[in-house]
């Protein structure tokens, strides 16, 4: 095994002082022959990088950019499209009793 240093990764989510160490894989690249390199720890077994706990995102946005997951893109795009649907309906319609309706589902 090659000598421990300090994982870079886990340092960067917040937990430094993670040794880790290279040993060489069974698993060969599939286009070069060369074999992979596992992490481990100093204790042989496979490392798992650390991640931030639940209160704390394991992203944070660099250099402006916004990092947002694909659930709250899919919720983001429902209400938008839920608000402008009410909007148009809200526009267009004619009757009090259509008006009453559309304030009811933009307040939903
Ligand atoms: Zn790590």
Known sequence: MSKQEECRTCKDTGHPNQLIGFKKSTRVHSVTGRPYW???NQDGTDHIHKENGPDTPTKTPQ???LL???TSVVKAIEILTNSVNALVFAICSETE???V???AMISK
Do not use: F, S
């Open 38 to 40: 596992d992490l481990v």
């Open 63 to 65: 250099n402006g950019q």
């Open 68 to 70: 947002i997951d694909g």
């Open 97 to 99: 009793l259509q008006r």
């Open 101 to 103: 309706q559309a304030r």
